[in-house]
């Protein structure tokens, strides 16, 4: 079975700082694409950043640039979310996605999605 698997949520102040890992299982990512959504109760999953297979190529939405930094592993197999400056508005589930060709910046886009880490922002 093929799985995502994210690990570093947890509780945080205002101003400060997490790092999110996303680790396959099951079979190899080094050649996806992948990338981070967010979704909080009541609202739908949002784009968050996203990074090409080779590292040489990333995204991110508005909401989070200069904040967040998404990078992969020296093996390319796993992800890395780094964010800094957190508030509460970043508060959600945090969500690794994968997708065969293009980076993932649309739900719509992902073939495979991880169960999810959550992310508390205290104000």
């Known amino acids: 079975q093929v799985q995502l698997v994210e690990s570093g949520g947890g509780l945080v102040q205002a101003g400060g700082s997490l790092r999110l890992s996303c680790a396959p299982s099951g079979r190899t990512f080094s050649s996806f694409a992948m990338g981070w959504f967010r979704q909080a109760p009541g609202k739908e999953r949002e784009f968050v950043a996203a990074i090409s297979w080779s590292g040489g190529r990333t995204d991110y939405a508005d909401s989070v640039k200069g904040r967040f930094s998404v990078s992969r592993g020296d093996a390319k197999n796993t992800v890395y979310l780094q964010m800094n400056s957190l508030t509460p508005e970043d508060t959600a589930v945090y969500l690794c996605?994968?997708?065969?060709?293009?980076?993932?910046?649309?739900?719509?886009?992902?073939?495979?999605w991880g169960q999810g880490t959550q992310v508390t922002v205290s104000s």
């Open positions: 996605a994968a997708t065969v060709s293009k980076i993932p910046t649309k739900p719509s886009d992902v073939g495979y």
